[in-house]
């Protein structure tokens, strides 16, 4: 599978931002997958951000972004989204996307270790 993650960009604090993440492959089911979004800081190490389940009936997100950020999925077109509102200038990071190694599951998936492909990451600035 390959994942193609875009729409990063260099914003000011309190503007927002929508990272697509397109998944291509023949014979990758996207519609099996948990999807999930990671950050990563300059010197600091990968963080998870948000996760979708397959069917999108559940989403999940680490603290800092709750309430501003919001993931989704348009299985149809084998995308995944990252809406981010609010952003602060501690939201700068390289976003990656990433699935899960495993179909239908949401085993420790928070866990960068549970996810087998990644996109090369876009990168977010959020000035002062």
């Known amino acids: 599978v390959q994942l193609q993650a875009s729409g990063g960009g260099v914003v000011q604090a309190g503007d927002s931002l929508t990272l697509p993440c397109a998944a291509s492959?023949?014979?990758?089911?996207?519609?099996?997958?948990?999807m999930a979004w990671f950050r990563q800081a300059p010197g600091k190490e990968r963080e998870f951000v948000a996760c979708?389940?397959?069917?999108?009936?559940?989403?999940f997100y680490e603290d800092s972004v709750k309430g501003r950020f919001t993931i989704s999925r348009d299985n149809a077109r084998s995308t995944v989204f990252l809406q981010m509102n609010m952003l602060k200038p501690e939201d700068t990071a390289v976003y990656y996307c990433a699935s899960h190694r495993f179909y239908h599951s949401t085993s420790s998936m928070t866990n960068s270790r549970a996810f087998g492909s990644w996109g090369q990451g876009t990168q977010v600035t959020v000035l002062q």
């Open positions: 492959g023949r014979t990758f089911s996207f519609s099996r997958y948990l």
């Open positions: 979708i389940t397959w069917d999108s009936s559940s989403t």
